[in-house]
Nanobody, 118 residues
Framework: QVQLVESGGGLVQPGGSLRLSCEASGSIASLNNMGWFRQAPGKQREMVATITSGGTTNYADSVKGRFTISRDNAKNTVYLQMSSLKSEDTAVYYC????????????WGQGTQVTVSS
């Protein structure tokens, strides 16, 4: 049973940076796909970034060039480095994982709030 715990959220000014962390209860080596989603009030949950075990990444158009997803299998942790933050980035950010690309996102963290405001 995989458990994911996010951390690193908080309040940041526009243009600032935050790094979110997602630590898994066990090895993430078997989780071929991991990612970050976010959900703002009144909006649907949307994909932010994903990464495979081989390091292939995918980003939402809205965050390309500003966000970087990475994973450290030795630490069983996935990161989301967020830079040049905008108010539109305000949302609850969720870590997610699945064993294979063809699966649904079956593992989710509890979420961490990111608020971008002056």
């Amino acid at each position: 049973q995989v458990q994911l715990v996010e951390s690193g959220g908080g309040l940041v000014q526009p243009g600032g940076s935050l790094r979110l962390s997602c630590e898994a209860s066990g090895s993430i080596a078997s989780l071929n796909n991991m990612g970050w989603f976010r959900q703002a009030p009144g909006k649907q949950r949307e994909m932010v970034a994903t990464i495979t075990s081989g390091g292939t990444t995918n980003y939402a158009d809205s965050v390309k060039g500003r966000f970087t997803i990475s994973r450290d299998n030795a630490k069983n942790t996935v990161y989301l480095q967020m830079s040049s933050l905008k108010s539109e980035d305000t949302a609850v950010y969720y870590c997610t994982a699945k064993k294979y690309a063809g699966y649904n996102w079956g593992y989710w963290g509890q979420g961490t709030q990111v608020t971008v405001s002056s």
